[in-house]
């Protein structure tokens, strides 16, 4: 299993995360990809690589460093995006019951792990 | 009785729905006659109850009656019908500062530097709470400051002070806080960044595209309506809500703050900025 699949599956294994999945910030495109059925992974990594984008702009105004962490929160669930170095964006998606704390601990060393 | 206040006595009984209490609440205040101040402030208020100058003028009264939950409460409801009244700013701020919320109060008196510049005793008040000089710094607001050992602070009745400091936890860095367009453009607030720049502008520009694309993301996903974006940075810990579907409120506070915890108080912000949207709709 490459590290890339490694970082996925902990993620995956948290409660309440759907999937997870790795992408290319500047391009929106999959690297690789661990999801439930019926998730759309290029539409996921190509939604939070503008997100993050948008955020890193918005951080870099407001005189600080790129984010480490991102969390967008929605009635039904939430997005997470932990930006790696290379470009990478470690992505994950869960529901309203997820461990989000868990989650967050887990993308940020699987992160870390990759670069 | 004095001669200023035997007139504007005389002028109030004979125009009672005049504005001449103001002046009169005032004037007795400032002879240490509180009791009759509070009386006369209290009537005016009864008449003009969403005059800010009234709750202001209260809100005084009360600090010198030391009765800081009060006069919190005052001005308080002073900054609801007027955001920009400098003297409820600074009240807030120096109750704030009694309490040990250097945060808060540096992000009240900011407001106020921002509506008044060349207010000298706002830039002295700032550089003296930002200096930690607690014991030292004087209630800009109140001539009449009661001594520290007459002055029980109720922090239970400071909303925003629970968010740090006065429950002996430490202070965590304010950056500030800031409202937002749908078109990026400050409606309220100040944001600076970690070298102290005013970074509001550039900051609210950018965050226009933040709401479409979290609006987008949200709705694609099936994630439902987007309800906070938290991010996380060496330098400070960013937290977005949006108090209604056209504007946005950004919080900022260094990383020593845990984001659950800034997300409490960017929510009750955001409370806090819907009634605002809603009484200056």
Do not use: C
Not at chain 1, 4 to 18: D, F, N
Not at chain 2, 19 to 40: C, H, I, P
Not at chain 2, 44 to 56: E, I, K, Q, S, V
């Amino acid at each position: 299993m490459s590290d890339a699949q490694a970082a996925l599956e902990r993620v995956t294994q948290v409660p309440g995360v759907r999937g997870s999945l790795l992408i290319s910030a500047s391009d929106g495109l999959v690297v690789a990809e661990r999801l439930m059925d019926g998730i759309d992974g290029r539409a996921i990594a190509a939604l939070a690589a503008s997100l993050v984008q948008r955020l890193d702009r918005a951080t870099n105004q407001a005189g600080m460093r790129a984010p480490t962490f991102v969390h967008l929160r929605g009635s039904n669930g939430s997005v997470l995006a932990a930006p790696g170095r290379s470009d990478l964006v470690l992505v994950a998606v869960a529901g309203t019951d997820a461990n989000l704390g868990l989650a967050r601990v887990q993308m940020l060393d699987a992160v870390g792990r990759l670069a | 009785m004095t001669d200023d206040i035997k007139t504007l006595t005389s002028r109030l009984a004979d125009e009672p729905a005049s504005l001449a209490f103001l002046e009169l609440g005032e004037a007795l205040r400032r002879r240490g006659q509180l009791e009759a101040a509070y009386k006369v402030a209290r009537g005016g208020l009864t008449r003009y109850p969403a005059l800010a100058d009234a709750h202001d003028l209260l809100g005084r009264i009360l600090g010198d009656q030391g009765d800081l939950a009060g006069a919190f409460d005052a001005w308080a409801e002073a900054l609801r019908f007027d955001p920009m009244r400098i003297g409820a700013l600074k009240g807030i701020a120096f109750l704030y500062f009694r309490a040990g919320d250097v945060p808060a109060a540096v992000e009240h008196l900011r407001r106020a530097a921002e509506i008044d510049p060349d207010d000298p005793t706002i830039i002295q008040a700032l550089e003296r709470v930002r200096g930690g000089a607690m014991a030292a710094a004087p209630n800009p607001q109140a001539p009449h400051e009661p001594a520290p050992a007459d002055v029980e602070l109720p922090v239970e009745s400071l909303p925003a002070a629970s968010t740090n400091g006065v429950h002996g936890a430490p202070s965590h860095a304010d950056h500030g806080i800031m409202l937002v367009d749908g078109n990026g453009l400050r409606i309220n607030g100040t944001l600076l960044s970690p070298s102290n720049e005013d970074v509001g502008d550039r900051v609210a520009a950018e965050l226009a595209g933040v709401s479409k694309e979290a609006t987008r993301t949200s709705r694609l996903l099936g994630l439902g309506t987007w309800q906070a974006i938290a991010v996380e940075s060496p330098e400070g810990n960013l937290y977005l809500v949006p108090p209604t579907p056209d504007t946005m409120l950004l919080t900022v506070r260094d990383p020593s703050l845990p984001m659950a915890r800034l997300g409490l108080v960017a929510e009750r912000a955001a409370r806090e900025a819907r009634s605002w949207l809603e009484s200056h709709a």
